[in-house]
C-alpha cells in the first residue's frame, strides 16, 4: 500500500488524562493510608510498646538464674572469723538437653555417679525417662567446692571431654561458724534463707545480708542468645569488740568447774549421777571504760553448727518420747543467752550500790561506823530480820568498808533508813535497774514490773531487804554494765558488742562509739567505793577472787531461789581489776551449783569466786595488765594456789542472807528468808 495511503494513529488525550488522573489518586490514597499507617505503628509502640514486648519475649525461649549474694562475715576484736558464708553447689540435671545428645547419657552418668557418692544412675534414668523435657531437677544439693572441681576436672579429661552433656551447677552459700559452740547464744545462728534466728545473727541480720543478683536469658527470633547480668551485692561485715582469747578463757574457766563438780558429786552419788555440774553458769567479762564487752559465756551451750541437736542434753530414748513441741521448747531454753534473758534477785552484788546512794548524796561521808547486832527489828514486821553473823551476837562495830567486806546485812539496813524511799528509788533509776540497757542484742528482759516504786519503798521492810539486793529483780547486763559506773567515775555506758561495721572488700561503712546513758556518781564517790572493795577481796568474804600480784576489787552474792526455803541457791561475784585503773570487769552467776545438792552444798559464794579467780589469772596477763610479784614470786604463787586447790576450804560463813529468785517473783511479797541464815563460805 502506498505511504501516503497509510493512516497514522492519534492518541486519545482525554483518555490518558483520565488514566493520569486515577494513577495520582490511587497514588495519593496509598500514601495517605501509609502515612496513617506509620502513625498508628507509632502510637501504639509509644502507648503499648511494653506491653507488646512483654508478649513476644513470653514466647520466646527465656531462662532467668538468681545470683545469691554472700553474707556477711562477724569476726573478733582481733580479726578472726567467727561466722561466715561458704560456697556451695547443687548438681543440676537438664533432661532436655542430654536426651537431645543421647550418645552421650552414658558417659554423662558415669561420669556423675563416680564423682558424687550421694547420686545413683538409676535416678538420672528415671528423671530422664519421666520428665524428658524438664531443664531443672536437683540431683544433689551443696555438694563442696572441692567435689565440683573435681568434676570440673574430669569432664574436662580426654576420656570425658565432649562426652558429658545437661549437668550444671548451681552456687549457694552455707553459714559456718568455725568455732563451734564458742558464744554460741551470743553470736547465735542463721536458718536457710540467711535468716538469722538469735543473737547478734539475728539483731544485725539486715546488716549482714546483701541482695541477690539475678542473670536473665532468651533466645531471639534468628535464635541468639541475649543475656544480662546484674550482679549479688554481698553483705557487710560487723566486727565485735568480743576477743576469741577472752572468750576461750572464760568458756573453759566455766566448763572445768562445771565437770569438776559434775564428777565428784558423781562419785559421791552413784545411783544418782548429774549430767551438769549447775542449771546454769555464766560469765559476763566487759571494758568498765567504754561499755564494750570482751566475753559473754554460758553453760551449758550448744553447736553453732548443729543447734537443732538435743543428744547432748538427752538420751535416744528421751528424745523418742519427746513431742515436736517438747523439743522445741528444750531448744528455746537452750538458745536463751542466760547474760540477758534471765532475770534475779542481786544479792549482796547490790550492796555496793546501797552505799554509793548514801556517798553521792551526802547521806554518808564515810567515816561513819555501824553496830551489828546480829539483826534489826523492822516497823510493822513481826520478825526480826537477821544477819549472817546472827548466831554470833552480831558483826560488832564496823566501819563501812567492814560492812561490805562483811556483807553486814544489819548494817545496810541502817543506811537504807538514813537514805529514805524517795532517794532510794530516784537512784536505782539512776543505775538503770527497772531498765533495760539497750544492748545490742535481741532478748533482753524487761524488769520494770520487778523493782519497787517509791510508794512501795515506804514499806520499811521493802527498804530494808532492797537494801542488800533482795526482792527487786535485775539481769547480769543490767548490774554488769552499772557496776562498771560504779568504778570508771560514774559513767553509765550503753553496753555493746559491735563496734565497727565494714563492706565486703574490707572498707569501713560505720564506727560505732561508745555512747554514755548518764552520769550516775562523783569520781570522788567512785574512789571510795574502789577502796571499799578492795578490801572485800584483800580481807572480806571475796578472798577466793584474789589473785597474787593483782590488786583486785568485787563482791560477793548468795541468793536463795524462790520458792523460799528450798534450798537451792544462785551464787556470784563481781569484781575489776586493776583497783587504781580498771581496765575489766568480770561477773560470774552459778545458778543452783552441783544441781542435785542442797543447802549448804549449793550455798557457796567461792563457786563463782573460784571460777573468777581462774579467769583474772589468765585475762590479766593478756590484757598487759602488769603483775607487782617476781617470775620466780609468780611461779611460786601458781604451785601454792594448785596446792590449796586439793583442800577444803576451811573458811567460816561471813556472807550475807540467802536472797533471790530466778525470774518472775511478786516484787510485793515480802519472803520468810529474811529470816534465815545463810550456810557460809
Request: glycine share 8%; proline share 4%.
Amino acid at each position: 500500500m502506498p505511504e501516503n495511503k497509510r493512516r497514522r494513529l492519534k492518541p486519545n488525550n482525554k483518555i490518558l488524562k483520565r488514566m493520569q488522573r486515577k494513577l495520582w489518586l490511587v497514588f495519593g490514597v496509598v500514601c495517605i493510608l501509609f502515612v496513617v499507617l506509620i502513625g498508628r505503628v507509632m502510637y501504639i509502640q509509644h502507648t503499648s510498646g511494653d506491653r507488646y514486648e512483654k508478649i513476644v519475649l513470653s514466647q520466646q525461649d527465656y531462662n532467668s538464674t538468681t545470683i545469691p549474694f554472700q553474707r556477711g562475715n562477724i569476726v573478733d576484736a582481733r580479726g578472726t572469723v567467727l561466722a561466715t558464708s561458704v560456697d556451695v553447689y547443687n548438681v543440676i540435671l537438664d533432661c532436655k538437653v542430654l536426651n537431645a545428645n543421647e550418645e552421650s547419657i552414658n558417659s554423662t552418668i558415669n561420669a556423675v555417679t563416680s564423682t558424687f557418692d550421694s547420686i545413683d544412675a538409676e535416678t538420672i534414668k528415671t528423671q530422664l525417662a519421666n520428665n524428658s523435657t524438664s531443664q531443672y531437677y536437683i540431683l544433689a544439693k551443696r555438694v563442696s567446692y572441692e567435689e565440683m572441681a573435681s568434676f570440673q576436672e574430669l569432664k574436662d579429661s580426654e576420656e570425658y571431654k565432649g562426652k558429658i552433656y545437661g549437668i550444671w551447677f548451681e552456687k549457694e552459700y552455707i553459714r559456718q561458724y568455725p568455732y563451734g559452740s564458742l558464744a554460741a547464744a551470743t553470736i547465735g545462728y542463721a536458718s536457710s534463707g540467711n535468716v538469722g534466728v538469735i543473737g547478734l545473727e539475728n539483731k544485725y541480720s539486715s546488716v549482714l545480708n546483701g541482695v541477690n543478683g539475678r542473670t536473665y536469658g532468651y533466645l531471639n527470633s534468628d535464635s541468639n542468645l541475649e543475656q544480662t547480668t546484674i550482679d549479688a551485692t554481698n553483705g557487710n561485715n560487723i566486727v565485735l569488740s568480743l576477743d576469741v582469747n577472752i572468750q576461750t578463757i572464760v568458756e573453759d574457766a566455766i566448763k572445768n568447774w562445771n565437770d569438776k563438780t559434775m564428777n565428784e558429786w558423781n562419785a559421791e552419788h552413784p545411783d544418782e549421777p548429774e549430767a551438769f555440774g549447775s542449771l546454769h553458769t555464766a560469765a559476763l567479762v566487759m571494758n568498765p571504760n567504754n561499755g564494750e564487752i570482751y566475753a559473754m559465756a554460758q553453760y551449758p551451750t550448744f553447736d553453732l553448727n548443729n543447734p537443732r541437736d538435743l543428744s547432748s542434753f538427752y538420751s535416744e530414748e528421751q528424745l523418742a518420747e519427746m513431742s515436736t513441741d517438747d523439743k522445741m521448747d528444750e531448744l528455746n531454753k537452750i538458745w536463751q543467752n542466760f547474760c540477758i534473758t534471765y532475770t534475779y534477785e542481786p544479792g549482796s552484788t547490790f550492796k555496793p550500790f546501797t552505799v554509793a546512794m548514801g556517798l553521792e548524796t551526802g547521806i554518808l561521808n564515810g567515816s561513819e561506823t555501824y553496830f551489828c547486832d546480829g539483826g534489826e527489828m523492822i516497823t510493822g514486821y513481826p520478825k526480826l530480820v537477821k544477819c549472817v553473823a546472827y548466831r554470833k551476837g552480831g558483826h560488832g562495830t564496823q566501819t563501812i568498808a567492814e560492812v561490805l567486806s562483811n556483807s553486814c546485812n544489819d548494817a545496810l539496813m541502817q543506811m537504807a533508813r538514813l537514805i529514805g524511799p524517795e532517794t532510794f528509788a530516784k537512784y536505782q533509776s539512776v543505775f538503770g535497774f527497772g531498765q533495760k540497757t539497750g544492748i545490742d542484742l535481741t532478748g533482753e528482759a524487761s524488769t520494770a514490773g520487778l523493782i519497787y516504786t517509791e510508794e512501795d519503798l515506804n514499806s520499811a521492810i521493802n527498804i530494808a531487804t532492797n537494801s542488800f539486793g533482795q526482792n527487786f529483780n535485775t539481769t547480769m547486763i543490767q548490774l554488769g554494765s552499772s557496776f562498771c559506773s560504779l568504778i570508771n567515775g560514774g559513767y553509765l555506758y550503753e553496753p555493746h558488742l559491735v563496734t565497727k561495721i565494714t563492706d565486703s572488700n574490707g572498707n569501713t561503712v560505720k564506727e560505732i562509739e561508745p555512747n554514755v546513758l548518764k552520769r550516775t556518781i562523783s569520781s570522788e564517790t567512785g574512789d571510795l567505793l574502789k577502796e571499799y572493795l578492795e578490801f572485800v577481796v584483800s580481807n572480806g568474804t571475796g578472798k577466793t577472787a584474789g589473785v597474787d600480784g593483782y590488786r583486785i576489787g568485787g563482791k560477793t552474792g548468795t541468793a536463795e531461789k524462790l520458792p523460799r526455803g528450798n534450798h537451792k541457791y544462785l551464787v556470784s561475784f563481781i569484781g575489776f581489776a586493776p583497783v587504781d585503773d580498771p581496765q575489766v570487769v568480770v561477773y560470774v552467776i552459778v545458778d543452783e551449783p552441783g544441781v542435785g545438792a542442797v543447802g549448804d552444798n549449793q550455798a557457796h559464794s567461792s563457786f563463782a569466786q573460784e571460777i573468777c579467780h581462774n579467769i583474772f589469772e589468765q585475762i590479766l596477763p593478756y590484757l598487759g595488765v602488769e603483775s607487782s610479784l617476781t617470775e620466780e614470786e609468780q611461779a611460786e604463787a601458781a604451785a601454792a594456789l594448785t596446792e590449796a586447790a586439793q583442800l577444803p576450804s576451811d573458811e567460816g560463813g561471813t556472807e550475807d542472807t540467802p536472797e533471790g529468785e530466778e525470774s518472775t517473783a511478786d516484787p510485793t511479797e515480802t519472803p520468810e528468808v529474811v529470816e534465815e541464815e545463810e550456810s557460809g563460805l
